[in-house]
């Protein structure tokens, strides 16, 4: 089956960056449109940006200009380049993909989510 696991979070000082990849692993025909959303404490959870199988790329209003989403088909990944970190970037990241394991029917599929926490 298809397994997607994050990696690249802890701790940073504002002003500072962290790279995250969420890489899915299995039997995989093709994956379309992958995402990455943010949860912070007593908060709802949040898209913060999408990238499609064409390399569009779409990002909420408070992460342009300082976030960059991209993906390797090659290698299956998705990664999110975030800098200029802020406090209120403080959240769990969840990577989020549709993955067709065959020609015909996708599935959609989460990652464990990855801690990021922006403190002085």
């Known amino acids: 089956q298809v397994q997607l696991v994050e990696s690249g979070g802890g701790l940073v000082q504002p002003g500072g960056s962290l790279r995250l990849s969420c890489a899915a692993s299995?039997?995989?025909?093709?994956?379309?449109?992958m995402c990455w959303y943010r949860q912070a404490p007593g908060k709802q959870r949040e898209l913060v940006a999408t990238?499609?199988?064409?390399?569009?790329?779409n990002y909420v209003d408070s992460v342009k200009g300082r976030f960059t989403i991209s993906r390797d088909n090659a290698k299956n990944t998705v990664y999110l380049q975030m800098n200029s970190l802020k406090a209120e970037d403080t959240a769990v990241y969840i990577c989020d993909a549709d993955i067709f394991a065959g020609p015909f029917a996708p599935s959609q599929y989460w990652g464990q989510g990855a801690q990021v926490t922006v403190s002085s």
């Open positions: 990238i499609t199988n064409g390399g569009r790329t």
């Open positions: 299995g039997s995989i025909f093709s994956i379309n449109a």
